[in-house]
């Protein structure tokens, strides 16, 4: 495995890690009773993860341009393994979930009385902050998996919506820079594609996706809905990412051909 792979795992690790805690992040401002601080902080984190985006894409496109130059092995196995990590990272974001709930929670109480994100950076990094991440350390309750039998109020569509959306935000820019080793000709056109199969899933995730759960998260927050349906939603949403993942494995190179076949059509 080379260098530029690794910190390609690497960067693909945090990214899906990020994505994955976000869902809890409406659980944190409902328990703390402060939504909006609780996504303004968040965003420090998200931050982290589109600064890793960044670097990411150039990093996968300078592997195949390499790779076209130098008329060396098919890099098929390298995506498979950045595909394989983002379900990895997917998984250990799921089992980090409770941990991060209660971490995060004493983050927003902090932020909200100091109202000042570098203090709050320092206590990260102080021997308090270190004792506060070692007590919010816990492994999710049996109870929050087997309650996911019940097949009350299952929002199926949603669920479908999301490993869709999943999928094709997990598959677009590693198959179109696939697809510019499939056709170095059309290298160009098929990178600058993954804009559009991205956001045409975003606009899926912003019409349907995100509206569903600002409106159970209302909800829960006047008294409307119980916490814990809330939190069975918010499981589903997580295992919804795991299976997107996963399907993106599984539709890689007929994406990666499909994008080949546009751009040579374009």
């Given at each position: 495995m080379s260098t530029q792979v690794f910190w390609v795992l690497v960067l693909t690790f945090l990214i899906n890690l990020i994505s994955t805690l976000s869902y809890s992040v409406r659980i944190v401002g409902i328990r703390t009773k402060k939504i909006a601080v609780s996504f303004a902080l968040f965003n420090v984190l998200v931050l982290i993860?589109?600064?890793?985006?960044?670097?990411?894409?150039?990093?996968?496109?300078?592997i195949v341009?390499?790779?076209?130059?130098?008329?060396?092995?098919?890099?098929?196995?390298?995506?498979?393994?950045?595909l394989w990590m983002t379900s990895?990272?997917?998984?250990?974001g799921a089992l980090l979930i409770p941990s991060f709930q209660r971490l995060f929670s004493y983050a927003v109480i902090h932020f909200s009385r100091h109202k000042s994100i570098?203090?709050?950076l320092l206590l990260g990094f102080s021997p308090a902050g270190f004792q506060k991440v070692q007590a919010s350390m816990v492994l999710p309750r049996y109870s929050t998996i087997s309650g996911l039998r019940s097949r009350?109020?299952?929002p199926w569509r949603i669920i479908t919506f999301n490993v869709i959306?999943?999928?094709?935000?997990?598959?677009?820019?590693?198959?179109?820079?696939?697809?510019?080793?499939?056709?170095?000709?059309?290298?160009?056109?098929?990178?600058?594609?993954?804009?559009?199969?991205?956001?045409?899933?975003?606009?899926?995730?912003?019409?349907?996706?995100d509206p569903y759960l600002s409106i159970l998260t209302d909800e829960v927050a006047e008294g409307k809905y119980e916490e814990s349906s809330f939190r069975?939603?918010?499981?589903?949403?997580?295992?919804?990412?795991?299976?997107g993942t996963?399907?993106?494995?599984?539709?890689?190179?007929?994406?990666?051909?499909?994008?080949?076949?546009?751009a040579e059509q374009m």
């Open positions: 993860s589109r600064t890793a985006n960044g670097f990411q894409s150039p990093v996968l496109a300078n341009e390499k790779t076209i130059s130098a008329h060396g092995l098919n890099p098929i196995e390298q995506f498979c393994w950045i990895f990272a997917t998984l250990v570098p203090d709050l009350g109020q299952i959306a999943v999928a094709v935000l997990t598959v677009g820019v590693l198959a179109s820079l696939y697809a510019g080793y499939l056709n170095p000709a059309f290298r160009t056109t098929s990178s600058n594609l993954s804009s559009v199969i991205n956001g045409l899933a975003t606009i899926l995730m912003f019409l349907f996706i069975q939603q918010v499981v589903w949403m997580v295992v919804a990412r795991l299976v996963l399907v993106a494995q599984a539709i890689f190179l007929p994406a990666a051909q499909l994008i080949v076949a546009i």
